[in-house]
């Protein structure tokens, strides 16, 4: 099936740093990405849709400025938690939908074209 | 607004019991519902849907049922494997768009 790489699975920065989340689409391209964050025994919250080569639409209450996310190509969406502070600590996972457009590449496809990448566990010290 | 409310976690039962995960949701419209489940180490993976009222989804043993009069989906599996221990999330998605709303995720854990 379509698979979406998330990278790192785990990241542990300083509080001041910044830390990028990569989120890869391996055997589909995919024009649009979501990025999502779980805290602590409460939903996934959608936090923004990242579009190829165009800037993300952010959910109300998620600042732009401090989580910046780049969509450069059809396979590759980043996420950056910028100037990182220890109530930024939570699980960031990315989904991606298959574009329309054929893949190069052979593979079944995911269910319903939307798969989720594994996540990134980050904690701010 | 929209939600999905799903039982708290952990739950821990033995091989074969019977499983039974609570999710009610609230939305506007008519949303489609699914199930996903997070094994660990791996991203969600969809284990089920359905679109519309009296709708059953069904996968690997799990059933759920769209009620749209008691706005629930709740997932049943009448004999689970140890290999079903997971995080299981219930969502919803409104019609027209990608975007998910998620419960908080339940924890399952079988013991051989």
């Known amino acids: 099936g379509a698979v979406v790489s998330q990278h790192p699975s785990r990241v542990i920065c300083k509080s001041g740093t910044s830390v990028k989340i990569e989120c890869r689409s391996l055997?589909?391209?995919?024009?649009?990405m979501f990025w999502y964050r779980q805290f602590p025994k409460k939903s996934l919250m959608l936090m923004a849709t990242?579009?190829?080569?165009?800037?993300?639409?952010?959910e109300q209450g998620v600042e732009k400025d401090k989580f910046l996310i780049n969509h450069a190509s059809l396979t590759l969406s980043t996420l950056t938690v910028t100037s990182a502070h220890p109530e930024d600590s939570s699980f960031y996972i990315c989904?991606?939908?298959?574009?329309?457009?054929?893949?190069?590449?052979?593979?079944?496809?995911?269910?319903?074209?939307?798969?989720f990448g594994s996540g990134t566990r980050l904690t701010v010290v | 607004g929209n939600s999905v409310t799903q039982m708290e976690g952990p739950v821990t039962l033995s091989e074969e019991a019977f499983l039974t995960i609570n999710c009610t949701y609230t939305?506007?419209?008519?949303?489609?519902l699914f199930w996903y489940v997070q094994y660990p180490g791996e991203g969600l993976q969809l284990l089920l849907k359905?679109?519309?009222?009296?709708d059953k989804g069904s996968n690997k043993g799990f059933e759920a049922t769209y009620r749209k009069e008691t706005t629930s989906f709740h997932l049943e599996k009448g004999s689970v494997q140890v290999s079903d221990s997971a995080v299981y999330f219930c969502?919803?998605?409104?019609?027209?768009?990608?975007?998910?709303?998620f419960g908080t995720g339940t924890r399952l854990k079988v013991l051989a």
């Open positions: 989904s991606a939908i298959r574009d329309s457009r054929p893949s190069h590449t052979q593979g079944s496809r995911s269910p319903y074209g939307y798969t």
């Open positions: 055997d589909f391209q995919a024009t649009t």
């Open positions: 990242s579009n190829e080569g165009s800037k993300a639409t952010y």
């Open positions: 939305a506007t419209g008519y949303p489609s």
């Open positions: 359905a679109t519309k009222a009296d």
């Open positions: 969502a919803l998605r409104t019609s027209g768009t990608y975007k998910y709303i």
